[in-house]
């Protein structure tokens, strides 16, 4: 079991470029998970997926971000024209029956200069 | 929504003694409580979990409280030991396959 996946580890952009990150759950979890940690804000809920449809993204900038999941073994979230305030850790979780075996990969490290 | 507080930010205690993190919920219908630990460079990592039909839970050195009259839990490390050192998150949902909503985590470092 190789765990939830993220890739990139770590990534830099350019204020205004685009950043996509990956993440590929553990095989068989059906709900997908997206949160942000920053110093300030902590552990912040952007959007979850359960069999790959899009279930809450109450906690997504609407303007800017934006979350899929193709299939059931990858979900990618998107960011257009990165700020600066958008430089945080990224982290995927997934869960099989939602609530126990939440797991969480290891982040995405996005820094935007 | 869910709103939850977490206390202290920060937790400074000798080795051997005990520690204990605090957190209050706002919506009555939690009722699942996880505690997640992260080490520097780490993802968080689940060590222990209470649902709403118990009060009290331990495994091993950690024990964990939940009063819903108070809409409060608490994470008590008995004995803590310099590896227990790292940030700690509670964090409370209120159903399953919902989001989890977290407190703003507690830094714990166990000195000698």
């Known amino acids: 079991n190789a765990g939830v996946i993220q890739t990139p580890r770590h990534k830099v952009t350019g204020k205004g470029q685009e950043a996509t990150l990956w993440c590929e759950p553990i095989?068989?979890?059906?709900?997908v998970f997206w949160y942000r940690q920053t110093i300030v804000q902590g552990l912040e809920f952007l959007t979850y997926f359960r069999n790959q449809a899009p279930i809450d993204d109450s906690g997504m900038p609407k303007e800017r971000f934006s979350a899929q999941m193709p299939n059931q073994s990858h979900s990618t979230l998107k960011i257009q024209s990165t700020q600066p305030q958008d430089s945080a850790v990224y982290l995927c979780a997934s869960s099989l029956r939602g609530q126990a075996d939440y797991t969480f990969g290891s982040g995405t490290r996005l820094l935007v200069i | 929504g869910e709103q939850v507080e977490q206390l202290p930010s920060i937790l400074r205690v000798q080795e051997r003694s005990s520690a204990s993190i605090n957190c209050t919920y706002e919506n009555s219908a939690s009722n699942y409580f996880p505690w997640y630990k992260q080490e520097p460079g780490e993802n968080p990592k689940l060590i222990i979990d209470?649902?709403?039909?118990?009060e009290r839970k331990q495994i091993q050195g950690l024990i964990v409280l939940l009063d819903k009259k108070a809409k409060r839990f608490s994470l008590h490390i008995t004995d803590t030991q310099p590896a227990d050192s790292a940030m700690y998150f509670c964090a409370a949902t209120p159903s399953s396959f919902s989001k989890l909503v977290f407190g703003q985590g507690t830094s714990l470092s166990v000195v000698p």
């Open positions: 209470i649902r709403s039909n118990m």
């Open positions: 095989s068989g979890h059906s709900a």
